[in-house]
C-alpha cells in the first residue's frame, strides 16, 4: 500500500471512524490490530498524536507487537526493551529495574515518561517507574511503542528522554481469555491472565490479573543492605468497560497493583519498599467531519512504605508517603486536507505528597498546559512537522511544618512557565530510503521529593543531619536534535542514527562527601542540612545502527550503539558529594542480535547481548558511597516453545544463560533465571 493509499484509509469515515479522534491521550481508540493488518507493519500515535505508519514517523520510533512479546525469552517489559538501540536497561535488584533512552543511566530514571493507554503509570513522588506496578499484564499488550528522544512537547514535563508507550488490545465480538503459569529456579513463579468480555450490542469488557514471587538475588557481603532482604512480591488487578454509540466511544476503567522489593534509591542505599496503587481513569472519543474531539482524565494513588528495615540493617527509618496525581486532558484533531493535519489541546494536573517526612504536611503543585502540533506534507516527498507546548506550574504546601524550619514557607509559594518544541523534516529519498532530522527541547520536572522531602540521616553525627529537598530547583532543560536514514530491501529494514542530547541543571541526591555541601542552621539547636540540588550539565551523544528482516519463517534483528558522555556532575573519587557520574554510569558499546523462528507447533527465540564496562553507584558497609566495576558482559537469553494445539502452548525460557556477571548492568552481579510454563488461549 502506497503512502497516498494510508493517508486515504486513515481519513475513512464508517469503516475507521475512531482513528481521525485519535490522540495519545487516548490511544485505546484507535483499533491498532485492524490497521497493522490493512497496510502490513505497525501504525503509531506516539510521535506527533495522529496515526502513522512505523516505517514514516519524523522520530526514532520502536514498535514491539504482541506476537513478538509473545515469543520474547523476557518475563516482563524492561526485558523485552533490553534488546533494543539506544536503550539502556538495569536490573539493579531482581525486582528493581531503570530504563534510559541514550545514555545518563541513574536509579529511579525520571527522564522517561511511561504509559498505558495514555494514562501515566510515571510515579511524580519519586519521579521514577515501577516495572512491577504498572496494572498491565504481557497477555494484554497490543504493541509497546518507545520513542528515543526527548517528547515533551506532545506528552509534557518528563519524557525528557523518551515516551514507552504501551498499548492493551481491544475486543472483539466474541469472547476471548488468555492465561500464563510459569516457574522457574530463584523461587520464580508466575499467573497472569485476562478475558474479553462483549456484554451486548456495543459493550465490552476486558479483565486482567496477575501474580508474580521471586527471589532476590546474592548480595555481595561488602554493600550496606537491610536486614532481612525482603524477595519480590507483586500482585495486580484491573478490569475496563468500553461502549460505542454511532461515531462515540467511551472507556471506563480502573485497577490496584502491590509491590514489594529491595531497591536503591537515588542516594544508592539499598532499602526495602512496599508499594500499593490504584486507579480509576475514563474516556470519551467523538468522530466529526472536521476530525476528532476527545476528553479523558484519570486518578492515580499511590502508598510507599520506604526503608522498613532500616538501610544501615539496624536503625528502623520508615518514611511513609501517599502519593494523588489528578489528570484532565482535552484534544482535537482537525483534517486540513488529506494530508495535512492540525492537533490542539489541553491539560490539568494536580499532584500532591503527604507524609511526615517532608517539609510540610502536603507538598503540591498544579500544572496548566496548552499543546499545538501541525503535520504539513508541501511536497509529496517531504513531510514537515512542529509541536509546542506550554506548561505553568504553580508549586504549593500545607499543613503542620516540621521543626526545625530549614525553608521559608514563602519559598514554595512560586510558580513558572516552560515552553516545550519538536520540529521534525522528513524527506523521501527513493521509493524505499526516507531521511529524517528532527530537534527540540523538553523538561525534566522535578520531583515532589526532590521539592520537599526531609528526613533525618539515621546514622550518629556530632550534629544531626537532615536530608532535604529544595523549593528553588529549577526544572531539567533537555536539547536534542537527530539525524536518521531509513531504507528498505524487500524485507530487510536498515536504519542509522547519529544523536545530540544536552542535560541543563541535573539534579542529584546528595551522596557520601556532604562536608563542603551542608547548609549549618543554629536555632533552635544546631542542624546540618545536605540537600538535593541541580548539579551541572551534561552533553551524550552517539549513533544507533539497526537492521531487521525476514526470511521464511526465520525473522532477525541486530543493532548496535554507541555512546559517549561529556560531564561527569560529581567527584568519582571519595567521598563523593553526590549520586550522578552519567559518564561513568553509561556504557560506551551495547550490541543486540536476536533471532526468531516460528514453524507453526513449534518456535524459538533467541537473544544475545554485548555491554561494555561500567561503574555503578552503591554504599559499602563502611557507609560510604562508592563506584563499583561493572564488567562487561555477553549475556544469552532463549525461549522455546510447543503448541499442542491452538489453546495449549508449552514453553521453556531463561535469561543471561551464560552467566555474565555483569549482565544486569548493576553492583549486584547478575544471575542466570530459568523457568517453564503453560500458555492457554480460548
Known amino acids: 500500500m502506497t503512502a497516498l493509499m494510508l493517508r486515504r484509509a486513515l481519513a475513512l469515515g464508517a469503516a475507521l471512524a475512531p482513528i481521525v479522534a485519535a ?22 500515535t506516539s510521535v506527533i498524536g495522529k496515526p502513522q505508519r512505523a516505517s514514516e514517523v519524523a522520530a526514532s520510533v520502536t514498535i514491539i507487537t504482541a506476537d513478538q512479546i509473545a515469543r520474547s525469552p523476557a518475563r516482563d517489559l524492561p526485558g523485552l526493551l533490553k534488546g533494543y538501540a539506544g536503550v539502556d536497561v538495569n536490573r539493579w ?40 506496578l504498572l496494572g498491565v499484564q504481557l497477555e494484554e499488550i497490543q504493541q509497546i511503542e518507545l520513542v528515543r528522544g526527548p517528547a515533551a512537547a506532545l506528552f509534557g514535563f518528563n519524557a525528557a528522554s523518551g515516551v514507552v508507550n504501551i498499548i492493551t488490545k481491544r475486543g472483539g465480538d466474541s469472547a476471548s481469555a488468555r492465561a500464563t503459569a510459569a516457574a522457574g529456579d530463584h523461587g520464580f513463579s508466575r499467573l497472569a491472565g485476562t478475558a474479553m468480555l462483549p456484554l451486548g450490542g456495543s459493550v465490552r469488557a476486558r479483565v486482567s490479573a496477575g501474580r508474580l514471587r521471586e527471589d532476590e538475588r546474592r548480595l555481595p557481603a561488602g554493600l550496606l543492605a537491610p536486614t532481612p532482604i525482603v524477595d519480590v512480591a507483586a500482585d495486580q488487578v484491573a478490569g475496563e468497560l468500553s461502549a460505542r454509540w454511532g461515531t462515540t466511544e467511551a472507556v471506563l476503567g480502573g485497577g490496584y497493583a502491590s509491590n514489594e522489593q529491595i531497591e536503591y534509591l537515588p542516594s544508592q542505599l539499598l532499602s526495602n519498599q512496599h508499594y500499593r496503587s490504584s486507579n480509576v481513569h475514563a474516556g470519551l472519543t467523538h468522530d466529526t467531519p472536521w476530525g476528532g474531539a476527545t476528553l479523558n482524565g484519570y486518578v492515580n494513588w499511590l502508598d510507599a512504605d520506604y526503608g522498613e528495615e532500616g538501610s544501615d540493617g539496624v536503625n528502623r527509618v520508615s518514611a511513609p508517603i501517599e502519593n494523588r496525581l489528578v489528570a484532565v486532558k482535552a484534544a482535537a484533531l482537525y483534517r486540513l486536507d488529506t494530508d495535512d493535519t492540525l492537533r490542539v489541546g489541553g491539560e490539568y494536573r494536580n499532584s500532591r505528597m503527604r507524609g511526615p517526612a517532608q517539609f510540610a504536611r502536603t507538598i503540591a503543585y498544579d500544572v496548566a498546559s496548552l499543546d499545538a502540533m501541525l503535520d504539513l506534507h508541501p511536497l509529496d516527498r517531504v513531510g514537515v512537522s512542529a509541536a509546542a507546548r506550554v506548561d505553568r506550574l504553580w508549586l504549593g504546601q500545607s499543613g503542620v511544618i516540621a521543626q526545625p524550619v530549614l525553608d521559608d514557607p514563602a519559598a514554595f509559594d512560586r510558580a513558572f512557565t516552560r515552553l516545550s518544541f519538536n520540529a521534525a523534516l522528513v524527506v523521501r529519498t527513493s521509493a524505499n530510503g526516507r531521511l529524517r532530522l528532527n530537534g527540540g527541547r523538553g523538561y525534566q520536572l522535578p520531583s515532589l521529593v526532590s521539592f520537599g522531602f526531609r528526613l533525618p540521616l539515621a546514622v550518629p553525627t556530632p550534629v544531626p543531619i537532615v536530608i532535604t529537598g529544595s523549593p528553588r530547583i529549577r526544572p531539567v532543560a533537555v536539547w536534542s536534535g537527530e539525524l536518521g536514514y531509513t531504507h528498505a530491501l524487500g524485507a530487510t529494514r536498515l536504519e542509522a542514527t547519529a544523536f545530540y542530547t544536552r ?13 563542603p555541601h551542608l547548609d549549618l542552621f543554629l536555632t533552635p539547636a544546631p542542624v546540618l542540612a545536605a540537600r538535593f540540588a541541580a548539579v551541572g550539565d551534561y552533553a551524550t551523544y552517539g549513533t544507533e545502527w539497526q537492521a531487521s528482516g525476514r526470511v521464511a519463517a526465520l525473522d532477525w534483528r541486530v543493532n548496535y550503539t554507541w555512546t559517549a558522555t561529556d560531564g561527569d556532575l560529581a567527584g568519582t573519587t571519595l567521598p563523593i558529594p553526590y549520586a550522578l557520574a552519567p559518564r ?18 513449534w518456535y524459538a527465540s533467541a537473544l544475545a547481548r554485548y555491554t561494555s ?11 560510604q558511597l562508592r563506584l563499583y566495576r561493572v564488567d562487561d558482559a555477553v549475556a544469552f ?33 547478575a544471575d542466570r533465571r530459568v523457568r517453564g510454563g503453560l500458555r492457554v488461549t480460548l
Open 613 to 623: 564496562a561500567t561503574r555503578q553507584f552503591a554504599f559499602s558497609t563502611l557507609q
Open 93 to 132: 535488584t531482581a525486582g528493581q529495574s531503570d530504563v534510559a533512552v541514550r545514555g545518563g543511566v541513574q536509579t529511579y530514571n525520571a527522564r522517561l515518561l511511561v504509559l498505558v493507554d495514555g494514562r501515566q503509570v510515571y510515579l511524580d513522588h519519586y519521579g521514577l517507574t515501577d516495572w512491577n
Open 503 to 515: 542535560t541543563n541543571d541535573a539534579i542529584a541526591s546528595p551522596g557520601d562527601g556532604l562536608e
Open 23 to 44: 490522540a495519545p491521550a487516548t490511544a485505546q481508540a484507535v483499533d491498532y490490530s485492524a490497521l497493522e493488518a490493512m497496510i502490513g507493519e505497525p501504525v503509531t
Open 637 to 669: 537469553d532463549a525461549r522455546a516453545g510447543y503448541r499442542l494445539s491452538s489453546a495449549f502452548e508449552l514453553f521453556v525460557a531463561g535469561e543471561n544463560l551464560s552467566l555474565g556477571d555483569g549482565a544486569a548492568g548493576s553492583p549486584i552481579p
Open 584 to 601: 561513568a554510569t553509561t556504557p560506551r558499546h551495547k550490541a543486540n542480535a536476536a533471532l526468531g523462528y516460528d514453524g507453526g507447533r
